[in-house]
């Protein structure tokens, strides 16, 4: 270490203010005795204004049960770095590696936040900027590891934490020696924060030199600092507003300091110092301060003014109870290029001016400040670089969030965080089911149409296939034609010249007609007979049971004979009309010639011979990804209905049968027409008990109006769908107030909402998602992904062509068109089209 003009050379050994680490504390040279704490603070954009509050009032309580002569040091640690892909994974499919290229050293500040609580030894008094220990060896007071004081900081520190961590944001993690010295193959705290290094690195010795410019190894540095009450904010509060995201309607709230935190960008160390003194010596020092400057005040208005400021503090100290603390903060900033300095003063200078506060470049003082911020030397704070304040203010100026965090679980959604798209693991499915957030899975999706509803509920879908999900989807615009191609999966649609097929009669190898397999049969068949206002008759449902069960009996015998519509109506036709006539039944209980007469044109020659006669496309119970796309059926009076029949009666059965499995039915605008056609019960019934099943069901829309004017969503969709998926709603801003009642939204989802897209990359091509949890968790998602998945996912007509185009070149393989279409795109420069 080099310092001053005299180039005084130090070995760091000889000087370092930390004498030894015992039982996980840090022990100083001075007798100060530290304990370390890794701490989890709540995510960016994700309180309210309320929550804000709550969190301040946990940091004055906690601080206010810490003994005389502590010091409580937070320090905030804030490191550019880029996000590492893991490629060691060679089974990830193609859509997943190529999300993994795009994202791989994409840039983004790394925040972990560290707290230290300093016990000073009652013999070391704070030292000032001319006289510190980072020159002097200090002789460690024999004392220093009583037993008596060690366990008044250990209960005191008990109810810190408790009252920290029982506000339900906040966790305390303490850190053992490990972590605070390092190890032979990794940097611990003490080595990381004296030489800048990166985590997880392995101990490297540099030089630290202050003097003609800071430098620590290859690193340009400067620290900027609030010291002076001057310099400081004119008021300030636990939060304030982020005009980014905030509306003409709704103020988005982040923390005070956040200017000086997350939203900085760049490197750099965000440290907070509140010194816990005698308040009752304090006061008493302040009051002899006071009658001072009263004596002095005919001489100058200056002494006037700060009599009245003194006299003021010392009457809300009293009036109010409030707690007088000493405090500082600094920020540390570095960088690799000498030539980037200039930059990061403007940066540092803009967010201070943001707070309303004055930047102090530290020249003189840095080195006494650096030195105070190594991890257990915070009682070396200088205290001419102090001022006097209330807990209150000074946790103002507290970091109060930290980035997005993945989650653990092997299920959920690849999304991005607001500010940098950093890409985060979300799990909207188990993990809030295990937390309690949420009591089902089901979901409800809303956004206009171009708000990227459709590209949303392709990438969540495709991340659940990938899962070994049983995906249905229930479409009415060719959504997820790329998509089920690219995955091999089923696709129903109606074409004059291919139209839709089924055959609910075939049964899988292995499997027998079941209870639930002759229900579901014996509604179709029924639905095929009666109108839906026409009632059946108990003879007749025993007929149709009868007759399933002698055809089913009838196949047994006859391998040779292939289940379908047509081989069950020429049952009907021989043998079960026999039966009739053998056992005597009446055409009033059951009149076989009408129900054989209404059914002809299902059976072969007839209109509709093609929908219950399908030879292709059979095994739907063990097929992962099936589409029906009813957009050219939607409105036909009797197809519509049988094909939403054996929609359902396939979802059901892949729910009850298949056990341990998650399935997941997605019900697109066609909910609309199959709620008209007497379908709504089935609705009501698959979001009610799909939960019972390891299922979820979810709902997507696009008009407010569908919501308010339709019961089936308003009462079973709705009020059964935990996770409610909201886009960009800006065009109903002005009338939110009807949909946020009718959600069931808070005030903090409302401004989270109406912040969608507000204040996105112009870089970057991605559109942002509201995804709230059953009104305990809510946060905005970037859904952005790879030039490959996005033309899997398109759902523009041009680029669709483009796609089958490069399809039929490579004779049917969607991957490879994807790849090479993509590929070409990038070299016309592109790549997002």
């Known amino acids: 270490m080099t310092h001053n003009a005299h180039y005084r050379i130090v070995d760091m050994e000889k000087v370092l203010p930390v004498w030894k680490i015992e039982n996980d504390l840090l022990l100083s040279r001075q007798g100060d005795i530290t304990s370390a704490f890794r701490v989890e603070l709540p995510e960016i954009f994700t309180l309210s204004e309320k929550d804000y509050q709550t969190l301040h009032l946990a940091w004055v309580k906690a601080i206010k049960v810490l003994p005389k002569y502590s010091v409580l040091h937070k320090q905030d640690w804030f490191v550019q770095t880029g996000f590492k892909a893991d490629f060691s ?39 000032t900027s001319a006289v510190s220990n980072l020159f002097g060896k200090g002789i460690v007071p024999e004392d220093t590891l009583n037993e008596q004081i060690h366990q008044e900081l250990d209960n005191a520190i008990g109810q810190f934490k408790r009252i920290l961590t029982d506000c339900g944001m906040v966790s305390l ?3 053992d020696a490990g972590q605070l010295a390092g190890t032979a193959s990794n940097t611990g705290l003490l080595e990381r924060y004296c030489y800048l290094l990166e985590k997880d690195n392995a101990p490297e010795l540099q030089d630290i030199v202050f003097r003609p410019e800071w430098k620590i190894g290859e690193n340009h540095c400067q620290m900027f600092s609030l010291a002076d009450v001057e310099d400081l904010p004119s008021s300030c509060s636990p939060s304030t507003g982020y005009e980014g995201y905030s509306t003409d309607r709704t103020r988005f709230s982040t923390a005070f300091a956040s200017p000086l935190g997350y939203l ?250 079941d209870t639930e397999k002759k229900e579901s049969l014996k509604t179709l068949l029924l639905a095929l007979w009666k109108k839906d206002d026409e009632v059946f008759k108990r003879s007749e449902y025993v007929a149709l049971s009868n007759a399933l069960t002698g055809y089913y009996q009838k196949l047994e015998k006859h391998p040779d004979i292939f289940p379908c519509f047509d081989s069950f109506y020429e049952y009907l036709q021989n043998e079960f009309t026999e039966t009739l006539k053998k056992d005597r039944v009446k055409d009033k209980d059951f009149d076989v010639e009408n129900f054989l007469y209404v059914l002809r044109p299902y059976y072969k020659g007839g209109e509709f011979d093609y929908l219950l006669n399908a030879r292709k496309n059979l095994n739907l119970l063990q097929q992962r990804f099936i589409v029906f796309e009813l957009d050219n059926i939607k409105d036909h009076p009797i197809l519509f209905p049988v094909v939403t029949i054996i929609i359902m009666e396939i979802f059901i059965s892949k729910m009850r049968k298949l056990k341990g499995i998650r399935k997941m039915i997605l019900i697109e605008e066609a909910w609309k027409a199959i709620a008209k056609e007497g379908m709504a019960e ?53 009338k939110f107030d009807q949909i946020q009642e009718l959600l069931g939204l808070t005030e903090k989802e409302k401004s989270l909402i109406l912040s969608i897209n507000k204040a996105n990359d112009p870089e970057r091509m991605y559109k942002e998602v509201f995804i709230g949890l059953g009104g305990q968790l809510s946060k905005v998602y970037r859904t952005e992904v790879s030039l490959e998945e996005y033309l899997a996912y398109t759902t523009e007509e041009s680029e669709k062509v483009k796609v089958q185009e490069y399809t039929q070149k490579f004779g049917g393989d969607m991957k490879a068109a994807i790849k090479a279409l993509a590929s070409d795109m990038r070299k016309t420069k592109n790549p997002n089209p």
Request: with cysteine; charged share 20%.
């Open 173 to 175: 993690n303490p850190l």
């Open 682 to 734: 089935y609705i009501k019934y698959l979001f009610k008990t799909v939960r019972k099943f390891f299922g979820e069901a979810i709902v997507v829309t696009q008009e407010v109006e569908d919501i308010i004017s339709s019961p089936v969503v308003k009462q079973a969709i709705i009020n059964n769908s935990d996770c409610k998926i909201l886009l960009d709603q800006s065009k109903y801003q002005n």
């Open 89 to 127: 994974h060679g089974d990830k499919s193609f859509l997943s590696a190529s999300s993994d290229r795009f994202f791989h050293e994409r840039p983004f500040l790394e925040h972990e936040c560290y707290l230290y609580i300093t016990q000073r030894h009652p013999g070391h008094k704070l030292s």
């Open 264 to 513: 900085l960008p760049c490197n750099h160390i965000y440290n907070q110092y509140v010194i816990v003194d005698d308040a009752a010596l304090t006061l008493k020092q302040l009051e002899s301060k006071r009658l001072r400057l009263q004596s002095l005040s005919a001489y100058s208005r200056e002494n006037a003014i700060a009599r009245e400021a003194v006299s003021d503090f010392l009457n809300e100290a009293i009036s109010q109870q409030r707690m007088p603390v000493k405090a500082h903060f600094n920020i540390l900033v570095w960088t690799d290029e000498r030539d980037n300095l200039k930059d990061l003063r403007n940066m540092v200078s803009s967010s201070l001016a943001r707070i309303d506060a004055v930047p102090k470049l530290e020249t003189r003082g840095a080195p006494q400040l650096f030195w105070a911020g190594i991890p257990g030397n915070s009682g070396d704070i200088p205290v001419n670089d102090t001022f006097d304040t209330f807990i209150e203010q000074a946790a103002c100026l507290f970091n109060a969030e930290t980035a997005y965090r993945s989650s653990l679980s092997p299920v959920g959604i690849r999304l991005g965080e607001r500010l940098n798209g950093t890409p985060v693991h979300v799990d909207i499915s188990d993990e809030p089911m295990k937390r309690g957030f949420i009591t089902n899975r089901n979901k409800f999706i809303l956004g206009p149409s171009g708000s990227g509803k459709s590209f949303f509920t392709n990438h969540m879908v495709r991340s659940y296939y990938e899962q070994g999900t049983h995906i249905v989807l229930v479409d009415v615009g060719h959504s997820y034609r790329g998509l089920c191609d690219l995955v091999n999966g089923y696709y129903f649609t109606y074409e004059e010249n291919n139209p839709i097929r089924f055959n609910p009669f075939y049964l899988e190898d292995g499997a027998v007609l």
